[in-house]
């Protein structure tokens, strides 16, 4: 009884490899290419010189004070978009509440002057990816008044572009309000001087 | 818990229950044959395969053709994942994959499982991801459909045990449900964000001057059907965490109403193949009620957040610009209502892909993933498998009733009898024993300890939320736990093969014997399957069931770990 099967079973399975494995994402590619190819490439950033800078929806690092900072990150050395992962600690876990969560607290403390007991849950946590794009506004807004304070800007110039790059719920409904860091970064540099270099580097 | 949450989450109760007729019709004329418009390639694949369509299979060769199937793919996957290195499409040069992982893999893709001991973005050629992993993610879920329509047809026929043709209903399947709607819902993720190339990875220099390597690949046409044949295999490390694998909050709502639409349609299309779509209804309602229950406890969990965390200084109360709860292993994007409705959706279905990382759940908000696998996946449950998984329930159900009453029981015109009862409650313990014995075994064993990324209660958790994953054919994994060692790449892959086919045999054996049957009338005394009553019972007998059997080992993982965190205790 097995037997009688093999025949079909082998046959089968390559041509069901040729149609799902083959066809089924050679039309895909086609179409994805063809509507929307700017998405379907990784939804660059590229500079003037055609130099790509990243992609709008890959987070990365950033630990100069007159950027905003993207979350704490465990894909790799941080960002790593070919490592991409979470901590995968627990709630119980003696590293994750005693050195990474209570380091980044008192990080944003020291640098940002966040308040103990109010210090946004996004900020000292890092995501399922480790390539997070985005931080809550409670997050960017803890971290404005050093963006503007090394930039030499106004706390309200710098409030009103973070409101501007604000994402709220998509459609009004859908997931939660946020700001894509990369993007948020990139009008900075557009918009207010950087400073010097001996400033930046801290 | 935000007001907005729980709008998400009721607002995609609705969407579910709207689309479950309209998909339940569609899935109906692709196993009845009436859908034709593929016709001539169908006539084609038949002809080229030695398949005779109008051969009516009995149970026994039906489930030969299942076994056949599943065997030589799983081989062919085996050799061309040892031999990636030397097939095309291998742009990033990667090493042939190690014969562990290679085992693992293809047992774990055969099965519907897609649990990953290795990365996607360093391990897996184009190659490798599109012929091999995201064709068993077809046909994988085509055969659990097949092997459902099949126990529907040995409910509603008499046919001395004839339940239909495999090679049929695997190849219609595949060409009428899986793949155009694939296709639709691959688009919508592109025009979201969703990668679909054959780059090679691009190198950028990022603001501050680093160098970033961006992972790139034909990632929207396998996400597709990673969801909508509940086989939750991600084409990267992290998953549907990955921006490019769920780039925006509309693609996180596609993602887990793909996952539910087929079984919770195929629940539907069952009530009208046994001809009596209020019961597809009442079993519709007793999983509704299930998912629903679980949604809450996650999201009332993880809003809650972690008072540990919280007394170090973490504002876990939520407001209109702070996510508050547990944001550890999550992203902002979709925040806490999205993880807790993802996490429980994809364990409810055998999915297994995630938006964040369920190893990081506060306690509570971990066991109901785990509690979900150890049900069975009978909550919508894996594409087919879930729908078979919950008619053995209720086929003890109804044993059940009937025992209490004192009649014979019967389900649906057939009469239940021993061997029948045998066959389920085969179905039954073949589950649990796959789970404990091998979460035991490594307990004990050097081997088994030595992956663990957590000490104490949750180090526990991590090796019985891996059995019960593979065993119930999800995927899913507390993935601080190092798979990808001799030791758990083989029990977890073994895990795999019984929770599929030591399950499914047993399920179409049942099939067969009940075709056998002639369809007695109904009597004042049979056991009414369409009411609350019939619901209720039917809950009551899945959780007695679940959570009798695993409620010692949830003792020592999760539930002692919530007591422990509130009482501030660290590993």
């Known amino acids: ?202 | 818990m935000t007001v907005n949450g729980w709008l998400q989450i009721l607002f995609y109760s609705a969407i579910l229950l709207a689309v479950t007729k309209p998909v339940g019709i569609y899935v109906l004329k692709v196993y009845d044959g009436s859908m034709r418009w593929l016709a001539p390639i169908e006539r084609i694949i038949y002809r080229v395969c030695g398949v005779d369509p109008d051969e009516d299979q009995h149970w026994t060769r039906y489930a030969a053709a299942v076994l056949v199937f599943s065997a030589v793919s799983l081989l062919v996957t085996y050799f061309a994942l040892r031999l990636q290195s030397v097939l095309p499409l291998n742009p990033a040069h990667r090493d042939a994959v190690p014969d562990r992982q290679a085992f693992e893999t293809a047992a774990s893709f055969t099965t519907n499982t897609n649990w990953q001991s290795y990365s996607g973005e360093t391990m897996m050629s184009y190659f490798s991801q599109m012929t091999q992993l995201a064709f068993h993610n077809f046909t994988s879920a085509a055969g659990g459909m097949a092997a459902a329509v099949a126990l529907a047809r040995g409910v509603s026929r008499r046919s001395a045990g004839k339940l239909g043709n495999f090679w049929v209903d695997l190849t219609r399947g595949t060409l009428y449900l899986f793949i155009p709607m694939c296709i639709v819902l691959a688009l919508l993720f592109v025009q979201q964000g969703m990668i679909q190339n054959f780059h090679p990875y691009i190198t950028a220099t990022t603001v501050e001057g680093a160098k970033q390597v961006l992972a790139m690949g034909p990632v929207a046409s396998q996400e597709a059907i990673k969801e909508l044949g509940t086989n939750g295999g991600g084409f990267f490390n992290a998953n549907s965490a990955h921006p490019f694998e769920n780039p925006t909050p509309w693609t996180n709502f596609l993602q887990i109403l793909a996952i539910f639409i087929i079984p919770a349609g195929l629940v539907y299309a069952y009530g009208r193949m046994v001809k009596n779509a209020r019961h597809g209804w009442a079993i519709w309602a007793a999983m509704f009620i299930l998912f629903f229950s679980g949604v809450a406890t996650a999201y009332w969990a993880e809003a809650r957040g972690n008072p540990i965390h919280a007394a170090r200084g973490v504002d876990v109360v939520a407001s209109a610009t702070n996510p508050g709860g547990n944001m550890e292993g999550k992203e902002v994007r979709f925040g806490i209502a999205n993880s807790a409705l993802y996490a429980t959706i994809t364990t409810d279905a055998s999915c297994g892909c995630v938006n964040s990382m369920h190893d990081s759940f506060t306690p509570i908000g971990g066991l109901v993933p785990l509690v979900n696998m150890q049900l069975g996946e009978v909550i919508y449950g894996g594409v087919g498998a879930g729908l078979y998984g919950m008619i053995m329930m209720v086929v003890l159900t109804v044993f059940i009733a009937g025992l209490m009453v004192g009649r014979t029981p019967e389900y649906l015109g057939k009469k239940i009898q021993s061997r029948e009862v045998r066959m389920a409650m085969l179905y039954v313990l073949v589950f649990p024993a796959s789970i404990l014995l091998f979460s035991a075994v490594s307990v004990l064993l050097p081997a088994g300890l030595k992956g663990l990324n957590n000490a104490g209660p949750h180090g526990f958790s991590e090796i019985l939320y891996a059995f019960s994953s593979t065993t119930a054919n999800n995927g899913s994994a507390f993935a601080g736990l190092t798979g990808g060692s001799y030791y758990y790449n083989t029990t977890l892959g073994l895990a795999t093969l019984i929770g599929r086919f030591a399950m499914q045999v047993p399920m179409l054996a049942l099939a067969g014997f009940l075709a056998e049957r002639k369809q007695a009338p109904e009597t004042a005394g049979t056991f009414p399957v369409t009411t609350p009553l019939f619901v209720v019972l039917l809950i009551g007998v899945i959780l007695i069931v679940g959570a009798l059997t695993f409620f010692p080992a949830l003792a020592l993982g999760p539930v002692v770990e919530h007591l422990l965190m509130g009482a501030g205790k660290l590993y």
């Open chain 1, 1 to 202: 009884m097995l037997r009688k099967q093999l025949w079909p079973a082998i046959a089968m399975t390559f041509v069901l490899m040729i149609i799902t494995g083959g066809i089924y994402p050679g039309i895909v590619t086609v179409l994805a290419q063809v509507l929307f190819p700017h998405q379907a490439n990784g939804s660059l950033i590229t500079t003037s010189t055609g130099q790509v800078t990243g992609s709008a929806l890959i987070g990365q690092t950033f630990a100069k004070p007159e950027y905003f900072h993207t979350r704490p990150s465990a894909a790799g050395n941080g960002y790593d978009d070919t490592a991409s992962s979470g901590t995968n600690k627990g709630p119980t876990d003696l590293k994750l509440a005693d050195t990474l969560v209570k380091q980044a607290i008192d990080s944003a403390v020291a640098q940002d002057g966040a308040v103990r007991g109010k210090v946004p849950s996004d900020m000292v946590t890092s995501s399922a990816s480790g390539l997070d794009p985005d931080i809550s506004p409670a997050n960017a807004a803890q971290q404005v008044a050093r963006v503007a304070r090394t930039r030499g800007a106004s706390v309200d110039s710098i409030r009103a572009l973070v409101g501007r790059h604000t994402t709220g719920r998509q459609f009004g409904f859908f997931g939660e309000p946020r700001v894509n860091v990369l993007l948020l970064n990139l009008a900075l540099d557009s918009s207010f001087s950087r400073p010097t270099t001996a400033n930046s580097s801290k």
